[in-house]
């Protein structure tokens, strides 16, 4: 069983760039949740895709979209990058049958430094 | 809107001591879910313990247990026989069985061993 993978690892861009960043769920995990992990604090949920659909956002502005794919994988897009975009990026994959409480698996992370 | 409170920037243990990590949350629902995430410096989140709001019996997962109390909206982890391997930050997390795409994260705690 594969687990949750994320690209690239890490990434340098300027402000006003876009950027895109990559994850691929847990096998047979069709939902993944979005988190922005600012340096010293806890993750921030950003949205959710389940079945290619968005199925809810936190308090993030219209600039952070996202995509799910039909194999589940899903990318987050940030626009007009600025410095407070410097963060981890994490995603994580769950399944409605992954229990009650729908544990949530989590990747590696994104570095992302704006500059 | 649900808040998670970590109020313990660092903590530190000797090995094989315990150690007990507070968290302590806000919310107006019934029905929820409570976990403990570690988080060692590989970054990749790593779920320890979870409870769930309905039972009242406190969650066990080897050494690591928790303290649930529901009316005082508190929830501690205890790390019994403290090893190396258990350094890491150390994250209360929240999320709603009404809504479950928004898991609310505390500040984290850093164990030190």
């Known amino acids: 069983e594969t687990g949750v993978t994320q690209s690239p690892t890490h990434l340098i861009k300027t402000r006003g760039q876009q950027v895109t960043l990559r994850c691929s769920s847990q096998s047979g995990h069709n939902t993944v949740s979005w988190y922005q992990q600012a340096l010293g604090q806890g993750p921030q949920f950003i949205f959710q895709?389940?079945?290619?659909?968005?199925?809810g956002r936190g308090n993030f502005p219209p600039r952070f979209s996202g995509l799910q794919f039909p194999n589940y994988s899903s990318e987050l897009n940030v626009n007009a990058l600025e410095l407070d975009d410097s963060a981890l990026y994490l995603c994580?994959?769950?399944?409605?049958?992954?229990?009650?409480?729908?544990?949530?698996?989590f990747g590696p992370g994104t570095r992302l430094t704006v500059l | 809107a649900q808040t998670v409170t970590q109020s313990q920037p660092e903590m530190s243990v000797q090995e094989a001591e315990t150690v007990t990590l507070s968290c302590t949350y806000d919310?107006?629902?019934?029905?929820?879910?409570l976990f403990w995430y570690k988080q060692p410096p590989s970054r990749q989140m790593i779920l320890v313990i979870r409870?769930?709001?309905?039972?009242?019996q406190n969650a066990t997962e080897n050494r690591f247990s928790v303290n649930f109390q529901k009316a005082a909206k508190s929830f501690s982890l205890k790390i019994s026989d403290s090893q190396l391997g258990d350094a890491a930050m150390y994250f209360c997390?929240?999320?709603?069985?009404?809504?479950?795409?928004?898991?609310?994260f505390g500040a984290g705690t850093r164990l030190t061993v």
């Open positions: 997390a929240y999320r709603s069985a009404y809504n479950n795409n928004d898991m609310r």
């Open positions: 994580a994959s769950s399944s409605p049958t992954s229990g009650r409480g729908n544990e949530q698996f």
């Open positions: 919310t107006s629902e019934s029905d929820y879910y």
């Open positions: 895709y389940y079945r290619e659909e968005e199925n």
């Open positions: 409870q769930e709001a309905y039972k009242q």
